[in-house]
Each structure stands twice: as structure tokens, then as C-alpha cells.
């Protein structure tokens, strides 16, 4: 269940888990990043289940400007809720180029897809959105989001972070999975570096989800330059600006 922070700030990016996220700003519209709301998932021919439950559930969401996904794989485009949120808020999608027309043929009508080439932006109500491509398929991403003067990153499943990403310069909050969250680091500088993407689906195979992550977290903490701060957010937890 979301619950809402009282008023006073900008803009708020609430952790659903996994890599998913909601931000809303202070009047009240919301984009979701790579909203994985379902019990499980396929994998390899295989199901996958989660371990701790995402603390959001689809029927809470009563509206929606924008779904930004980042790739197809099915932890991060979790097709049912995408179409019912679609359904029931007529959102637009906004995903890389190369996986437009997936999300159109699984149910998503063309006019609400919004595909996006390397480094092209759309704007929805105020936020930025500019694509990063992680190769020249353009079926896999990361997203930096600009609302007013606040600048973000997401990685998506972003092995390494693509040599545009890394010349765009600081920005205020990182969400990183953690395979590329010392590059992350060590170009972007966030003053805030939130990891994201560990011990939620129960499945070794997949990056993040049998690890310690205290030991991952000393590790960033030991080369993060000054200023830059790396930290864990729990479930259903709010970061305020």
C-alpha cells in the first residue's frame, strides 16, 4: 500500500522494489520506471518467483502520465500490469525503439508507445526523458529524467554504462542495479546513490539475486569519491526533494 508524504516538497520517487519506481510531483502526477508488479515471471522457459512482495499494488494506481521501461525482459516489463495501468489511466509507454512493437502487439495501442531512439527525449508534464541506448539494437536502456532542476538516472539492466551516458554529467539521484553501479559512480557522481535489483526474485542466475549486499554496498561506499553518498531504501520508502 502507498502511502502518501504530507506536502512541502517537489518531487518524490517511492521504491515499489526490484527496479521498480514511482515518482509523483507535488501536484500529483506520477511516472512509473519498469513497474514489475506481478507474483512471478518468466525466465529462461522457467518461473520465477519473488521473495518480498512489491509494496504497490496495480489497482493503486488511479493515474499515470507515463510507464518508462527499459528493456523487455519480463522483471522490467511486467506485461499485465503495463496493459491494465494503460487501461485504466490511459498512460503513454515510453521504451527504446527496438521494443516498440512488442509492447504494441501485446495489447498497448500504438498511440500511447512512445519508442525511443539513442539519446532522443520526450516530455511528459514537466519531466524530461531522455533515452540511452546500450547498444546500436536499441532494445535495451537506461533513462535520465529532468523535473525542474532535479536530475536522475536510472540503469535499467545496463551492463556497462554506455560512453553518452557517462558524458552526461552529475546528476542528483543514481538508481542502479549493480552491475554498472561503480562506473554509475564514478562518472555521474550522484549526490544520492541508491541500489536497486538484489535479493527480490528467486533465481541465482539473475544478476543481483544471491548476493550480500552489505558487502556490495562497503565496497561502492570504499570508491565513491567525496560527496557521493551510496545507500539501500527500503520497500514502500519515500526520497523527498
Do not use: Q
Request: hydrophobic share 40%; glycine share 8%; with cysteine.
Amino acid at each position: 500500500m502507498i502511502i502518501f508524504p504530507p506536502d512541502g516538497w517537489r518531487l518524490g520517487l517511492y521504491y515499489i522494489g526490484h527496479a521498480s519506481w514511482l515518482l509523483m510531483n507535488a501536484d500529483g502526477l506520477i511516472l512509473l520506471i519498469d513497474p514489475f508488479l506481478s507474483e512471478s515471471f518468466k525466465w529462461n522457459d522457467k518461473v520465477v518467483w519473488r521473495r518480498i512482495p512489491p509494496s504497490a499494488d496495480v489497482d493503486e494506481i488511479a493515474s499515470c502520465e507515463g510507464i518508462l521501461i527499459t528493456h523487455e525482459h519480463e522483471d522490467h516489463y511486467d506485461k499485465n500490469t503495463v496493459l491494465k495501468i494503460v487501461k485504466n489511466t490511459g498512460s503513454k509507454v515510453i521504451c527504446p525503439y527496438g521494443i516498440r512493437n512488442i509492447i504494441s502487439r501485446d495489447g498497448v495501442p500504438k498511440k500511447n508507445v512512445i519508442g525511443l531512439r539513442d539519446k532522443e527525449t520526450t516530455n511528459l508534464g514537466g519531466f524530461n526523458i531522455t533515452l540511452i541506448a546500450e547498444d546500436k539494437t536499441c532494445t535495451r536502456a537506461c533513462f535520465f529524467i529532468k523535473y525542474l532542476d532535479i536530475r536522475i538516472f536510472h540503469s535499467g539492466d545496463t551492463h556497462k554504462l554506455p560512453e553518452s551516458a557517462k558524458r552526461e554529467g552529475k546528476v542528483d539521484i543514481a538508481l542502479t542495479w549493480l552491475e554498472c553501479a561503480e562506473e554509475v559512480i564514478k562518472y555521474l557522481k550522484p549526490t544520492r546513490t541508491i541500489l536497486m535489483h538484489y535479493n527480490v526474485v528467486d533465481e541465482p542466475t539473475i544478476s543481483g539475486s544471491d548476493v550480500n549486499i552489505y558487502d556490495v554496498l562497503k565496497r561502492l561506499r570504499e570508491v565513491a569519491p567525496k560527496g557521493v553518498k551510496v545507500e539501500l531504501l527500503g520497500l514502500g520508502k519515500w526520497v523527498l526533494f
